[in-house]
């Protein structure tokens, strides 16, 4: 899979003739097409994005109608539509996949921090960049081109496909856990294939058998009943922001360990053989180092960074604010101070608990000389897959043929919301087979997908279903 330079070579020796040809003829449309979709700004959380997500939902609807699917339907909920379709003639005897991303992204803010416009995607050094390009419209249509390919070469899919996605996964809405809760005869299926999250290099994949769940909130600390004069109150009145401050400063003991009592009595030791496991993914202190730019790391102590991120959970500050934060200075004590905390949590702990647990510490350590109030926003369990199961076996062996290369096994830090549903309510085997990269600033300005892996995942998917056809364990 490699040519005479040492690089990959655009043709996949597991393909057949067909399907490497027409491949290799469509990739610049299929760029294109990405490119006209990203234009799209899609944003789930603000109000003045609704008639663009709902163009983005119809786009997408359009794409699957392209790509040979039926029953195409854009599905209006409370908030943002669903896009459903589905192509149910490989037989009974052909597993059925149900294929899930969304179609939503972050905000682009700060947008001065782009080196390009968030929305007008560019390419460079064999980069896509745009809000959404791997978070998640690339990875989500790469799987739309691979069934594109299979029907226009072959005139039929390996397995039956039904296909899903969402507008509200940036924003925790809950319309697509309503909607699969109130529809799991139509959405039931064997398999679920997400492609949503990252391998940990372009040439090495790796297969996610677990994800973290998550709780967040906002801390609100008031003062005074108005802002005040800092010279006329300074030194009379606790500054709001000064005891948001300390209270953060409260919430890790001084080696990062979480300082809130009882967060961690449901974490699970890591035994031996998973340690080992994790221990296979190249990701050492030097790789974080390099992707990050900090000058040293920091957390849990005893863990390495690939268990800390993946195996162990996390309180984190995501924004901060009070008082005067425009260009020029004005002297003031802030009426009240915010701060927005998530929290990472893994197997076994409640994100109920969690709420519990943060709220009664902070109150408890809050100085009588402010009062503070805690608002829940969002919580969802952690979620595990069994790294051995069929589905991720077959997985393996399509990563193997895609990338030229063995996936390592990782737990991965972030979350899935919708994941926990499709287990619980449709009883299917999930496989995260994505393709994004630890630097394609998901979530964060000058977002991208490195090219060679949006190829390599077309490929990548064709052979997962392929294997799944096969009945191969």
């Known amino acids: 899979m490699t040519n005479k330079n040492g690089k990959k070579s655009n043709e996949d020796t597991g393909l057949d003739a067909n399907l490497n040809a027409y491949l290799k003829d469509n990739a610049d449309g299929q760029l294109e097409e990405l490119m006209e979709w990203l234009r799209i700004p899609s944003v789930s959380t603000q109000a003045k994005y609704r008639e663009d997500m709902v163009r983005a939902a119809q786009w997408l609807g359009d794409r699957l109608e392209t790509a040979g699917l039926e029953n195409i339907e854009i599905i209006e909920t409370q908030n943002h539509p669903l896009v459903y379709g589905d192509w149910l003639h490989a037989g009974a005897n052909r597993p059925t996949v149900l294929l899930y991303g969304h179609y939503d992204v972050q905000p682009p803010d700060p947008e001065e921090k782009w080196n390009t416009p968030p929305f007008e995607p560019s390419v460079r050094d064999n980069n896509l960049y745009a809000r959404g390009a791997t978070d998640d419209k690339g990875q989500l249509f790469l799987l739309v081109k691979a069934l594109q390919a299979l029907m226009d070469t072959r005139g039929k899919l390996p397995v039956n496909i039904k296909f899903i996605a969402e507008g509200d996964e940036e924003s925790g809405g809950p319309a697509l856990e309503t909607y699969v809760k109130l529809n799991g005869e139509k959405l039931a299926a064997d398999i679920c294939l997400v492609s949503d999250t990252e391998i940990v290099s372009p040439d090495q994949p790796s297969l996610i058998y677990g994800l973290r769940g998550l709780w967040g909130c906002e801390v609100v600390v008031r003062g005074p009943k108005g802002d005040l004069h800092s010279g006329m109150y300074g030194g009379v009145i606790h500054n709001p922001a000064q005891a948001l401050a300390e209270l953060i400063a409260a919430m890790h003991h001084g080696d990062g360990r979480i300082a809130v009592p009882g967060f961690y009595d449901d974490v699970a030791d890591l035994d031996p053989a998973e340690r080992e496991k994790l221990a296979e993914s190249p990701q050492d202190d030097a790789v974080f180092l390099e992707e990050t730019g900090v000058p040293a790391l920091y957390g849990e102590p005893g863990f390495t960074p690939v268990e800390r991120i993946g195996a162990r959970p996390t309180l984190e500050v995501n924004g901060m604010w009070g008082g005067f934060i425009n260009e020029g200075f004005k002297t003031v004590i802030p009426a009240e101070a ?115 892996n949006f190829y390599r995942g077309i490929r990548t998917v064709i052979h997962f279903l392929d294997e799944l056809a096969t009945g191969k364990g």
């Open 338 to 452: 915010r701060v927005k905390i998530s929290c990472r949590l893994v197997s076994n702990q409640d994100p109920d608990k969690i709420a519990r647990l943060f709220t009664e510490y902070v109150t408890q350590i809050a100085p009588p000389t402010v009062s503070v109030e805690v608002i829940p926003l969002f919580g969802i369990r952690a979620v595990s897959v069994d790294p051995d199961s069929p589905a991720m076996r077959a997985a393996g062996r399509a990563y193997e043929k895609g990338f030229g290369a063995a996936p390592v096994f990782k737990r991965e830090g972030g979350g899935i919301p919708i994941v926990l549903a499709f287990r619980e309510v449709l009883d299917a085997q999930v496989v995260f087979l994505g393709f994004g990269l630890p630097d394609d600033n998901a979530h964060a300005p000058n977002e991208k997908i490195h090219l060679p």
